[in-house]
């Protein structure tokens, strides 16, 4: 194949590059003849077919359709283009472009998806060249018409300079192996086996920290492909970049298989009966498909525990059919979740941004080319080495075990002493090269985090609530109907093994609905004994609520207000920081106590109430309603120490200043601010209301501020939670409602989920 470049008569060929008498769209350039391309199992012929515009970077405000010539964002969110190079006054670019067409010979599955089994498709390809802004315009079109060069070639890729760049774009299914941590799966397990039984179902789960389930995500949609080089003799770059499509379909699979030596299926049986010492052994046996009487009459129970055993006398041929049963189960909730988790973490990311970077060195380019060109990263991950790898997308942070997020990563957590960080953005991204009037998707960044540690805390908490919408479809005109909604919080506290580390962490994992009341004296015993004391302890709270769920939470918010009201009460009631004083001390002592207190105080709708009038309010109905711990605990909350009533009004709700008669109304306020901003969505969504891209009072971008008012600090996080937590059990949200207690102690995890 040959390029030619055609440059119409200009009068700043004799000028130097970086002067900005040049136009950036100088002329075309043709690539002629045809090239075949051999994969396994058969080629692809690439035929020069279009005229593509030749192209010149001289300035930062110069734009590259590609995105590898730009200015970098300040922030590398994932949201924002990322481009390779910047011009800067002392260097510029050529850029030498054309669209191919390409057309399948032979029976391989080529990486080119729509080319299996024949036909063809457009693959645009560009050379990117590099030159000193004191170079000519003549001179630099003169020296690159002699080598321009083919990223399919693998002698062409090798000859880059430092500086240059060559790209090619179709439509490649890319296949990706993944770890995710077991545990960041497990509640969706509960979670699906809870619906299975029609039930709920807590189990605690444990297993190694560090252990991971292996899986593979394929992913077909429009990318772009680019090879570099930074420096001179240095290794080569690959990035593997999200493009603009003209097909409005992305299609995202996930697959795993889990054999015995799986933590998952070994710690799922184990749950279900506390009695089994062995679980590893007893899910070998099942796989090879011999058992001793005794563990298959073992296997037997805990298989009809979780719902797979229907036979009264169960025999090894019906045990194993249900053990089967149940790995498929499993196999398919991991598939689904690690599906869901990438999906999540791709709707936001933005056209141009960098999913895979390498560096690779000399040595090893030769081997590793075909697998670049073919999209075969799973192969590229079996072979190359960790030091390789500079960027990998969102799907690192999968191999994490700190996983925050509706996905498996929540961008935005950075955490830093006292941090407190708050965004909202909306990525757009578009299904053809019309960004005005084509079709477009949005999916909007909200994510809000706080983190207290150092000396004077004694310990490091952290809390926060990623608020998930976003489209699962292409549309002209986005309205808020076309949007998936969900909500994720979670809170986290780090400190040494300690029983009232212990307490507090299963108090609050009751008052979110993570543990059973009745369960919790037993579990504080169990995992304060896993581990002397001391022993570096992680505890962390989730809630998850799924689109499905969110919708109907929606439909039915303000149609039972008494009861909404009663059960925020009860919820701030049980959210009350746990302190010595007998009234304080237990989940359900607080409910019954201080549920009438905060009622009286969301009735009154927050109006005069004063710290002399709660803590008079406060300790008359102690006196009067705790019986023999009311004299005590009324002197206790007139005090107004820490953790009293009216300490909370202070921290949590107090204003600054008197605003409509209500210094202590911030809490009241922002819950009742939430419930007016829910409602305006979910009318919203009902009239199909047109969303902007990033309209600050669009309905969207009001409900995350709202959410996140309400939720600023632990307490008020606390008392939301216990309140979602009411309203799906009166609502019947059943398994779309997820929460879980993870407590990592020394080198164990344990996991408790209520489905």
């Known amino acids: 194949m040959s390029w030619s470049i055609h440059i119409p008569a200009v009068n700043t060929l004799k000028l130097a590059l970086g002067n900005a008498a040049h136009e950036q769209a100088l002329g075309h350039a043709e690539l002629n003849g045809n090239k075949a391309i051999p994969i396994q199992g058969g080629q692809v012929s690439l035929t020069g077919t279009l005229k593509v515009p030749v192209e010149l970077f001289n300035d930062r405000d110069d734009q590259d359709a590609y995105g590898i010539i730009g200015v970098p964002p300040k922030e590398l969110d994932g949201s924002s283009v990322e481009p390779l190079f910047s011009p800067d006054g002392a260097a510029c670019w050529l850029k030498y472009a054309a669209e191919l067409s390409a057309e399948a010979n032979g029976q391989g599955n080529f990486p080119f998806v729509e080319l299996s089994g024949g036909g063809s498709l457009q693959v645009k390809v560009a050379d990117y060249r590099h030159h000193a802004a004191t170079k000519t315009l003549e001179a630099a079109l003169g020296s ?150 005794a563990l298959l009459q073992v296997a037997a129970a805990l298989l009809k525990q979780l719902g797979f055993l229907k036979a009264v006398e169960p025999t090894l041929a019906s045990v194993k059919a249900a053990y089967e049963e149940l790995k498929d189960f499993v196999e398919s909730v991991v598939s689904g979740t690690l599906k869901a988790g990438f999906e999540y973490e791709y709707a936001r990311s933005t056209d141009d941004t960098t999913l895979l970077e390498l560096e690779v060195p000399v040595q090893e380019l030769a081997g590793a080319h075909a697998a670049f060109v073919s999209g075969d990263l799973a192969s590229i991950q079996q072979r190359v080495q960790d030091t390789w790898l500079r960027r990998y997308f969102h799907l690192k942070s999968v191999e994490s075990q700190r996983v925050w997020g509706l996905g498996l990563g929540w961008r935005d957590f950075n955490f830093a002493s006292q941090e407190d960080r708050r965004k909202l953005k909306a990525v757009v991204q578009h299904a053809s090269r019309d960004h005005r009037q084509g079709p477009r998707r949005y999916a909007f960044l909200g994510a809000r985090s706080y983190t207290s540690s150092g000396v004077l805390y004694g310990k490091t908490s952290r809390w926060g609530l990623d608020f998930s919408a976003q489209m699962p479809r292409f549309s002209l005109t986005p309205s808020a109907d076309e949007f998936d909604y969900a909500l994720f919080a979670q809170s986290q506290v780090e400190d040494g093994l300690s029983k009232e580390l212990i307490q507090r962490a299963v108090d609050a994992a009751t008052v979110w609905g993570a543990v059973l009341p009745d369960d919790a004296p037993a579990l504080v015993e169990r995992l304060f004994r896993s581990a002397p004391a001391g022993t570096k302890t992680t505890t962390r709270l989730e809630l998850r609520v799924d689109s499905a769920s969110f919708r109907r939470l929606l439909l039915k918010l303000g149609t039972e207000p008494v009861f909404e009201r009663n059960a925020f009460a009860r919820a701030l009631a049980r959210a009350m920081p746990r302190a010595s004083q007998p009234v304080r001390t237990g989940f359900q002592r607080r409910e019954e106590l201080y549920t009438p207190l905060w009622d009286a105080y969301l009735k009154d709708g927050a109006k005069d109430w004063t710290l002399d009038k709660a803590r008079a309010t406060v300790a008359y109905h102690l006196k009067t309603q705790a019986g023999a711990d009311g004299f005590v605990a009324s002197h206790w909350e007139q005090s107004g120490a820490t953790g009293t009533f009216s300490d909370v009004l202070v921290q949590s709700s107090r204003y600054g200043g008197d605003v409509g008669s209500r210094p202590y109304g911030k809490v009241y306020a922002f819950w009742k601010d939430l419930l007016d901003k829910l409602s305006a969505l979910n009318k919203a969504i009902h009239l199909e209301t047109v969303i902007a891209e990033n309209d600050s009072s669009s309905v969207v971008q009001q409900a995350f501020a709202a959410l996140d008012d309400l939720v600023c600090d632990d307490f008020r996080v606390a008392a939301f939670v216990a309140w979602l937590d009411q309203l799906a059990v009166r609502w019947k949200l059943g398994s779309g409602v997820q929460r879980m207690l993870q407590v990592r102690v020394g080198d164990q995890e344990f996991v408790i989920s209520h489905g």
Do not use: C, M
């Open 144 to 293: 690159d018409a002699k080598s321009l060069r083919l990223p399919f070639v693998l002698g062409d890729v090798q000859a880059l300079q430092p500086g240059d760049a060559l790209s090619f774009q179709t439509r490649v299914e890319l296949k990706a192996g993944v770890k995710v941590s077991w545990s960041a799966i497990s509640t969706s397990l509960v979670a699906a086996l809870a619906k299975r039984l029609a039930g709920q179902l807590v189990l605690e789960l444990n297993a190694e920290v560090g252990a991971s389930i292996g899986g593979t995500v394929s992913l077909q949609d429009e990318f772009r492909i680019v090879f570099s080089r930074p420096k001179d003799g240095g290794p080569f770059r690959v990035s593997v970049r999200k493009a603009t499509s003209d097909a409005a379909a992305v299609h995202v699979s996930a697959g795993v298989t889990l054999g015995y030596s799986s933590p998952l299926i070994a710690s799922l049986l184990g749950a279900v009966d506390a009695k089994v010492q062995d679980a590893l052994k007893l899910v070998e046996g099942l796989e090879q498909g011999s058992l001793a009487p």
